[in-house]
């Protein structure tokens, strides 16, 4: 399934700077029945969000008008747990395409890259001045730049470079998960199969 295009993406954040965040509290497993990935977004951090009769909890950043955007920056260890897909999925239907942290659990990592959420990591130095960014300044704009594989604090100029795989990052580019890549192929899949 295709997804959004990602070149440059510049937004507000929202930050989480909890640690050790695993797929379990990003969606709970009692979400994982569903198919499709549409109407997961409802249920990112399910129950951070929400209290037992469903009403939303104040405290939490979800529900604070004050932050908003397409970027989620989040503690170490983002994404840890079990490997379901499902926790992307609702990162990406709640309308994050970016999360930035200064470490990734491997699967939810390359889970983001199949699904069209750019992960990016980032040296715990500059995770904090993105928190203390967001903090000072609500409003404060992030640029990803991911032709360049730069990351930047827009009021401060600052910035650091991240890496990613290249056929992800081409991938990401044109919006192809890897069955779509292989569809892009098809004439030349074809040709090749002619020459046999």
């Not at 990016?120 to 967001?134: M, N, Q, R, W």
């Not at 730069?150 to 192809?176: C, V």
Request: aromatic share 12%.
């Amino acid at each position: 399934m295709a997804y959004d295009k990602f070149t440059v993406l510049k937004s507000t954040a929202v930050p989480l700077p909890a640690e050790n965040v695993d797929t379990d509290q990003i969606i709970p497993a009692r979400f994982l029945k569903a198919t499709e990935r549409e109407g997961f977004g409802d249920n990112l951090f399910r129950d951070w969000r929400y209290d037992v009769e469903g009403n939303p909890k104040k405290d939490f950043v979800l529900n604070d008008p004050t932050y908003s955007g397409k970027i989620l920056v989040a503690g170490k260890n983002f994404g840890s747990g079990s490997s379901r897909e499902h926790a992307v999925w609702a990162i990406y239907d709640y309308g994050f395409r970016c999360v930035v942290s200064s470490f990734f659990a491997d699967i939810f990592k390359n889970n983001c890259l199949n699904i069209g959420v750019l992960p990016v990591t980032v040296s715990p130095g500059f995770a904090e001045k993105l928190f203390d960014a967001i903090e000072a300044n609500p409003s404060t704009e992030i640029e990803v730049n991911l032709p360049e594989q730069k990351i930047k604090l827009l009021a401060t100029g600052e910035s650091e470079p991240f890496d990613i795989n290249e056929y992800k990052k081409d991938n990401m580019q044109n919006g192809f998960d890897d069955i779509d890549y292989l569809l892009n192929m098809s004439a030349e899949i074809d040709a090749f199969e002619a020459s046999k």
